[in-house]
């Protein structure tokens, strides 16, 4: 994708709209985009715009040396988390630590690892799980606002217990990545100047490989990733590392089996194209604004600059998205970021759309990352939602599909979800992408169910490939919609199709 001259601030939209108190230092995961977007399309935003444009099928990552046995490497016995400050009785195991990346420059990515629950955890799979940004927390998204065990209450010292947790499904693994993530550091800061899609595919590697070293028992399992935004990135790089190693090696040192994207960057033509699409067709832009968008502006790889037309009509569809939280056009607003003295009623089926604050006050309370082991001495900063010490961004292709057609070509299964109410990477933008590869369709377009009732709409394709809806979902679908996400992450897992109509006569 080519650089353009004018910042595409119609990206800095931020997720919750109101880090005006506690969070006026950190950075929001719709400022992550913002900086994204503006590094990608529109020029000047303080991430580094001279980028390596990389053919995705020359991605490589050199197989990492192993660690050496030593104190620095940890061990699991070590990274045990007895008990979080705050937390409902559970009968699983739950993990945090660090794994050691690169020993020499003291770069270090934490974890937090939350073992099945109520199934034989034997028989399930190893399931990791990205966030985007680039430079956003799996932990403080992934783990404690949409598919972890707990949530945060309003009070930001308590949790309760999410019923639709994905390690009903798995044995489900988060990381924070690249290193200035959350809990995750370098000693040599260096190395936050130098963060990127293919250097964040390469420790990502390398964190798997020793983590499985910490988890031995966890090395034949079958292993799936997956992610949401820009993991849309992460995922396929990792994914691609995976595979590459694997044939290099001659056997798999990694048992990986398949991918999972929601509301994905993954081709950044048809992901800009679509998004206004949606607005168009969502009653947030008019007509004849998008028809000046098609008229004017252009979203190809190859676009250096945007016309005076083109920009007006963007600065135009800035305003009239800014009153939204665009992530999830239906949704509220936050409207008092404070943190309760006492827990307001906490629930799974309304997403409070504050949490990002609960999370935040109780993400640096001492006693918590005492107990989950994060090493705050190497931190300059508190943890925060997404990074704001990561300074450049490297960015590699304008597209992963050609990647997920090499993983439907070896054997993965390749599953993408859209949350269908999303403005930021909408359904409209995943149909272009796919709709770019040109594959045929083996099952046509049905609504799926749970409980009787739409939980969303799907296709599939041959190859292994399925793309599904989520029905009411917001960008965060595990937020918005937990138990549809369950029953989605569940199929995924056992390869079967989600339920369609079929099962459910009228």
């Not at 949530?151 to 044995?171: C, E, I, M, P, Q």
């Not at 079958?222 to 990135?233: L, N, Q, T, V």
């Not at 990074?387 to 992963?400: E, L």
């Not at 989605?488 to 006569?505: A, C, E, Q, V, W």
Request: charged share 20%.
């Amino acid at each position: 994708m080519g650089n353009t001259n004018r910042n595409f601030s119609v990206f800095s939209i931020i997720i919750f709209s109101c880090f005006f108190v506690q969070f006026a230092h950190a950075k929001s995961k719709g400022e992550a985009f913002d900086h994204y977007f503006h590094a990608k399309y529109r020029g000047n935003s303080g991430i580094e715009t001279s980028l390596l444009q990389v053919n995705p099928n020359e991605h490589h990552v050199n197989t990492p040396k192993m660690m050496i046995p030593g104190d620095y490497v940890g061990s699991k016995e070590n990274d045990r988390i007895d008990r979080l400050p705050g937390q409902p009785d559970v009968d699983f195991e739950q993990y945090g630590g660090y794994i050691t990346t690169d020993e020499s420059a003291g770069r270090a990515l934490y974890y937090y690892f939350a073992e099945a629950q109520h199934y034989p955890k034997e028989s399930l799979p190893l399931l990791l799980w990205l966030n985007g940004g680039p430079g956003c927390s799996s932990l403080g998204y992934g783990a404690m606002q949409e598919l972890g065990p707990f949530r945060v209450r309003s009070d930001g010292k308590t949790l309760f217990k999410n019923h639709y947790s994905w390690n009903y499904a798995a044995n489900v693994l988060f990381l924070e990545s690249p290193a200035g993530v959350g809990f995750s550091y370098s000693n040599t800061t260096s190395d936050y100047d130098k963060s990127g899609d293919q250097n964040t595919a390469d420790d990502n590697y390398r964190f798997l490989v020793n983590w499985l070293e910490r988890f031995p028992e966890y090395k034949d399992r079958d292993f799936y990733i997956s992610g949401e935004s820009y993991a849309g990135r992460y995922v396929p790089d990792l994914a691609h590392a995976i595979l590459d190693n694997n044939k290099k090696a001659g056997n798999p040192i990694i048992n990986l089996k398949g991918i999972l994207i929601g509301n994905a960057v993954i081709n950044d033509e048809t992901d800009n194209l679509g998004m206004y699409d949606y607005f168009a067709t969502h009653a947030i832009i008019s007509q004849e604004d998008i028809a000046n968008i098609k008229q004017h502006c252009d979203f190809s790889p190859n676009a250096t600059t945007q016309t005076l037309e083109c920009n007006s009509v963007l600065d135009k569809t800035d305003k009239q998205t800014s009153y939204l939280d665009i992530y999830n056009i239906y949704a509220p607003l936050c409207t008092n970021p404070n943190t309760t003295p006492k827990p307001k009623k906490a629930s799974l089926v309304n997403f409070d759309p504050c949490s990002d604050y609960y999370v935040y006050a109780y993400l640096n309370r001492a006693d918590v990352q005492e107990a989950m082991h994060a090493n705050v001495t190497k931190l300059d900063h508190d943890w925060e939602p997404c990074s704001d010490i990561i300074r450049h961004w490297a960015y590699g292709s304008s597209t992963v599909l050609p990647l997920l057609q090499e993983f439907m070509d070896n054997g993965l299964r390749v599953w993408i979800f859209s949350g269908d109410v999303d403005g930021r990477v909408p359904v409209t933008s995943t149909q272009y992408s796919i709709e770019a590869m040109n594959l045929d369709i083996k099952t046509e377009w049905h609504p799926w169910y749970l409980q009787g009732e739409v939980g969303g709409f799907t296709q599939v394709y041959k190859g292994d490939l399925t793309f599904a809806t989520v029905r009411g979902a917001g960008h965060q679908v595990p937020s918005y919609k937990p138990f549809r996400a369950l029953s989605l992450i569940k199929h995924f897992l056992d390869g079967t199709p989600l339920p369609d109509t079929t099962r459910y006569p009228s």
